[in-house]
């Protein structure tokens, strides 16, 4: 049941049982249409309830990972992106300290994204349908971003136990995009221009996604 953490993050995400924690995703795309995406957990804010909760061989019925379980899962995944064509300088980050990890890596166009995403679901045994589709138009300069909330996802999370749903209680969902030119129109009311007008951000609730269908869809015209 999760679309928000791409990639290696869905898992990591699945296995910090705190009720406040922020997945960030980022891209920086090149007018060319190659550029850089960084995807973070953050749990940085229940840090010492983490901590604690790491001490523990189960929480809620599932098995608590121990620091090397979740840095092995780290490099599965940036070794599966370094395989990936169009796919370069893969690099992962892991602060036990704060609770902090990325994956990051080069893409040389922007559907390379997506292949990488779908491979690495089928690495992790997640349906196809939780994946966002990314598309640039050179011609046209025109980023979009596409996401449609599948049913079956927000059921699996209806189903889920209480104590389980606390989990994403205060959890946020953060995307920052950033452009050599600066945007001259974009379809998604709820993110923000930056003042340079070359970075779009939107941030929610990822129960306002799962709930009520907020849409992190985007058209960013550039200009």
Request: a positive charge; hydrophobic letters at 40%; aromatic letters at 10%.
């Amino acid at each position: 049941m999760r679309k928000i953490i791409q990639l290696a993050l869905i898992v990591l995400c699945s296995i910090m049982f705190s009720s406040c924690f922020e997945t960030v995703e980022e891209i920086n795309l090149n007018s060319d249409g190659s550029g850089r995406m960084i995807l973070t957990l953050n749990v940085s804010q229940s840090k010492a309830k983490v901590a604690s909760l790491m001490k523990l061989k189960t929480v809620n019925g599932y098995k608590v990972p121990s620091q090397q379980e979740i840095v092995a899962e780290l490099n599965k995944t940036a070794a599966a992106l370094r395989n990936m064509p169009g796919i370069s300088n893969v690099k992962t980050t892991n602060d036990f300290s704060n609770y902090i990890f990325t994956v990051s890596f080069d893409f040389k166009e922007v559907s390379n994204i997506n292949t990488a995403s779908t491979k690495i679901l089928q690495q992790y045994k997640i349906p196809a349908y939780n994946i966002a589709r990314y598309q640039y138009n050179k011609a046209a300069k025109t980023f979009i971003k596409t996401y449609q909330l599948n049913p079956e996802t927000k059921k699996q999370y209806m189903d889920l136990k209480q104590e389980d749903k606390e989990v994403f209680k205060n959890a946020l969902y953060t995307s920052v995009y950033r452009f050599d030119a600066p945007v001259k129109a974009q379809t998604n009311k709820e993110a923000k221009l930056s003042g340079s007008k070359k970075a779009v951000m939107f941030r929610t609730a990822i129960t306002n996604i799962v709930n009520y269908g907020t849409s992190v869809n985007n058209t960013i015209i550039l200009q």
